[in-house]
T-cell receptor, first 114, second 111 residues
Framework: KAGVTQTPRYLIKTRGQQVTLSCSPI?????VSWYQQTPGQGLQFLFE???????NKGNFPGRFSGRQFSNSRSEMNVSTLELGDSALYLC?????????????FGEGSWLTVV | KQEVTQIPAALSVPEGENLVLNCSFT??????LQWFRQDPGKGLTSLLL?????REQTSGRLNASLDKSSGRSTLYIAASQPGDSATYLC??????????FGQGTRLTINP
């Protein structure tokens, strides 16, 4: 069965623009979470969605937002891009919200802000 | 605030050796601990998940242990191979898929 799919894989944006990243979870998975990975800060939790509701949020400014659709697909949006937003954005899915389910990650979307 | 530390940051060993990667965390109130592998430019691959009530998990040449009371986990890799070269990440789950990651150990296995 297909894994977690993220699009686009690579993109370059200019400071001040906004960007939308997409994630399709593994079929049947209802929980989707997003992470930012940078060389300096490592992997940091952005937010988690379950049944179209944001249940958990990390310590990121309001410029970072997301949503989940009824088919469990998710998008995240970053507005007013800053140079420091350049990172690998990883989406992950799991079966449900119970702790202890293996979390599966996509290949990520590489965002470069110039 | 939960902090996860991985030591060493980088490790280079000859092929065939057994090795241990270390992970420590500051708050023992975790749901589980997971070990992941990340190849350059790629996403993460789950290796082992240890529930908070468990002491260890094994998969093939990999064995992970968890000591919640001391805030430590180890990943043991037996008979290392060049294909094991990657960055290994330890993460604790604080609940509802929120993972707190260590900075990783970059492992190189030399043929």
């Amino acid at each position: 069965k297909a894994g977690v799919t993220q699009t686009p894989r690579y993109l370059i944006k200019t400071r001040g623009q906004q960007v939308t990243l997409s994630c399709s979870p593994i079929s049947g998975h209802r929980s989707v979470s997003w992470y930012q990975q940078t060389p300096g800060q490592g992997l940091q939790f952005l937010f988690e969605y379950f049944s179209e509701t944001q249940r958990n949020k990390g310590n990121f400014p309001g410029r970072f937002s997301g949503r989940q659709f009824s088919n469990s697909r998710s998008e995240m949006n970053v507005s007013t891009l800053e140079l420091g937003d350049s990172a690998l954005y990883l989406c992950a899915s799991s079966l449900d919200r119970s702790s202890g389910n293996t979390i599966y990650f996509g290949e990520g979307s590489w965002l470069t802000v110039v | 605030k939960q902090e996860v530390t991985q030591i060493p940051a980088a490790l280079s060993v000859p092929e065939g050796e057994n090795l241990v990667l270390n992970c420590s965390f500051t708050d023992s109130a975790i749901y589980n601990l997971q070990w992941f592998r990340q190849d350059p430019g790629k996403g993460l691959t789950s290796l082992l998940l240890i529930q908070s009530s468990q002491r260890e998990q094994t998969s093939g040449r990999l064995n992970a242990s968890l000591d919640k009371s001391s805030g430590r986990s180890t990943l043991y890799i037996a008979a290392s191979q060049p294909g094991d070269s990657a960055t290994y990440l330890c993460a604790v789950e604080e609940g509802a898929q929120k993972l707190v990651f260590g900075q990783g150990t970059r492992l190189t296995i030399n043929p």
